[in-house]
C-alpha cells in the first residue's frame, strides 16, 4: 500500500467526495499523509465502529503522544478532543443543557424562528435555505438561547465559526489567510466571550454559560479560561453542523423528489427522514483518534501514539452495512428495518452531546418548509461547496417557495 496524497480523492472531488470513499473502501485501512504525519485512514464501517468506540482509542494530547495538531491547547476546556477524565468533567457539566427534558423546552422557539423566517420567504415566493433559515436559526439557538449572547451579533458568530471550522481542517491544505483567520477568529471570540462572562457575572440570565459561571463561582471545578472555551466549542461544533445538516438534507430531499413527496405525505417519517440525511450526507465527514495503547484494528496492529482518520461519512456508505448505501430512503430507520446507526453523531464516548438539539433545529426548519409551502424547487442550477473538508456543506441554497 503506497501513501495516497489528500488532494487525490477530496479536493478534487470536493462537490461529490463519495465515488472517492467507495474506491477507498477497497482496502479497510489505508496509509495516508496529513501534514506530513503518517496516518492511516479508516475507510469501512465495522473498523470505524471498533476505534470509535475503543478503549486503546482517544486523543492523547495530555500524554503528548497524539501526532495530530493539539486544538485542546489552543481552545481550553474544548473537550471533543479530550481524554478521561477531563472529557467526563466538562462534559458532564454541559450535559444538563441537552436532556430531552430542556431541549424539549426549545422547541417552540426554533418553530417561532423558523415560522417567521418561512412567513418572510412566502412573502417574496422564495428562500435561501442556508443564509435566510438554517443559519439565523442556528444562531438563535446557540450563542442566543444556550449561550444567552445577543442574536443581534449573529453575523459575528457565523463569520468566527466559519473561521475555526474552516481551520480545523489540516494545515497544509489551508492557505495563510485561511491560518491567520482562524486564529484572528479564535481571538476576538474568546474576547467576546470574556465580556459576555464578565456581564452576566453582575446580572445572571437563565442560560448554560451563567450556569457554568455558578460552577465556576462554586469552587474549582471550573476555571474562566475553560469556559471560555466551552463557548467556542458550543459555538463552532454546534453552528456549523446543524445548518449544514439543513442544507443538505434539504438538498437531498430536492434531488430526490419522490421522497419528498414521501415525505409530504408520511409526515411521521420525519426522524427517519432526519437520521437518513445524517448517514447519506453527513455535515461532519471524519473525526481523528489517536491509540492510547498498542492494539488492533481489523487485523492491523497500531502502535501507542499512532493516529487515525476515522471516515465516518464513508463507513455511513459501507455497502457491507447499508443495503443501496448510495439510495437515499427515508423510511431506513423507520424501525422497520433492521437498519445499523449512522455515525453522523459519532459512536462512542464521544457522540455528539447536542444531538437533540440538532434535530429539534432540523425538524422545525423542515417541517415548516414542507407544511407552509406547498411546491418546493431549486431555484439555482449550480451548487457550491464551502472548502471545508471536515465539515460538508454548502454555501447557498435558494428555493422557490411556489
Ligand atoms: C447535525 C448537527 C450535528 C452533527 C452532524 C454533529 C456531529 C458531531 C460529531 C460527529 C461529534 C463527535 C466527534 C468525534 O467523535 O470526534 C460531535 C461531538 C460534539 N458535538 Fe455535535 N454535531 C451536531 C450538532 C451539535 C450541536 C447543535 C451541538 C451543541 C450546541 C453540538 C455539540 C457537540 C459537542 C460539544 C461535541 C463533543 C462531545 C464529546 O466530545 O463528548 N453538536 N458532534
Keep these: 500500500m503506497s501513501a495516497p496524497s489528500v488532494e487525490a480523492f477530496w479536493v ?48 492523547g494530547y495530555a500524554e503528548g503522544i497524539s501526532p495530530f495538531r ?32 430542556t431541549v424539549a423546552d426549545m422547541v417552540p422557539l426554533a418553530q417561532s424562528v423558523v415560522d417567521e423566517l418561512v412567513t418572510e420567504g412566502l412573502r417574496r415566493g422564495e428562500i435561501d435555505v442556508l443564509t ?22 449573529g453575523p459575528l458568530f457565523r463569520k468566527w465559526q466559519l473561521a475555526i471550522a474552516r481551520g480545523s481542517d489540516p494545515d497544509h491544505l489551508l492557505g495563510p489567510a485561511d491560518i491567520a483567520a482562524r486564529s484572528a477568529a479564535a481571538q476576538e471570540c ?3 466571550f470574556h465580556g459576555l462572562i464578565t456581564a452576566k457575572r453582575a446580572d445572571p440570565t437563565p442560560d448554560l454559560l451563567s450556569e457554568l459561571i455558578a460552577v465556576e463561582q462554586a469552587g ?25 445538516l439543513i442544507g443538505n438534507g434539504m438538498l437531498a430531499l430536492l434531488r ?9 405525505e408520511r409526515p411521521e417519517l420525519m426522524a427517519s427522514a432526519i437520521d437518513e440525511m445524517l448517514r447519506y450526507d453527513a455535515p461532519t465527514q471524519f473525526t481523528i483518534r489517536v491509540a492510547l495503547a498498542d492494539t488492533t484494528v481489523g487485523g492491523h496492529r497500531f502502535k501507542r501514539g499512532d493516529g487515525v482518520v476515522v471516515l465516518t461519512a464513508s463507513a455511513s456508505r459501507d455497502p457491507l452495512v447499508y443495503p443501496n448505501a448510495d439510495t437515499f430512503d427515508i423510511t431506513r430507520y423507520d424501525g422497520k428495518h433492521p437498519a445499523r446507526r449512522h ?35 431549486l431555484a439555482t442550477e449550480t451548487v457550491e461547496y464551502q472548502p471545508s473538508l471536515i465539515h460538508r456543506g454548502i454555501l447557498s441554497l435558494p428555493v422557490r417557495l411556489s
Excluded at 438554517?134 to 449572547?149: D, E, N, S, T, Y
Excluded at 466549542?233 to 449544514?244: D, F, K, Y
Excluded at 464521544?350 to 415548516?368: D, K, N, T
Aim: charge should be negative; include cysteine; aromatic fraction near 6%.
Design 256 to 264: 430526490n423528489p419522490d421522497q419528498l413527496a414521501l415525505l409530504r
Design 70 to 101: 493539539d486544538t485542546v491547547a489552543a481552545i481550553p476546556g474544548s473537550f471533543v478532543r479530550m481524554d478521561p477524565p477531563e472529557h467526563g468533567r466538562l462534559r458532564g457539566l454541559v450535559n444538563k443543557a441537552f436532556t430531552p427534558r
Design 343 to 377: 455515525l453522523g453523531f459519532s459512536l462512542g464516548l464521544h457522540y455528539c452531546v447536542g444531538a437533540p438539539l440538532a434535530r429539534i433545529e432540523a425538524e422545525a426548519a423542515f417541517r415548516a418548509l414542507l407544511d407552509r409551502a406547498p411546491e418546493l424547487s
Design 220 to 244: 474549582d471545578q471550573l476555571a474562566e479560561r475553560e469556559i471560555l472555551g466551552l463557548c467556542v466549542l458550543l459555538l463552532v461544533a454546534g453552528m456549523e453542523t446543524s445548518i449544514n
Design 190 to 192: 474568546l474576547a467576546y
Design 132 to 153: 435566510g433559515l438554517a443559519v439565523p436559526l442556528a444562531v438563535a439557538m446557540i450563542p442566543g438561547r444556550l449561550l444567552g449572547a445577543p442574536v443581534a451579533d
Design 12 to 59: 478534487d472531488d470536493h462537490a461529490n467526495p463519495y465515488p472517492s470513499y467507495d474506491r477507498l473502501r477497497a482496502d479497510a485501512l489505508v496509509p495516508h499523509l496529513l501534514d506530513d504525519v503518517p496516518v492511516t485512514l479508516i475507510t469501512r464501517y465495522e473498523e470505524c465502529a471498533e476505534v470509535l468506540t475503543g478503549a486503546d482509542w482517544g486523543h
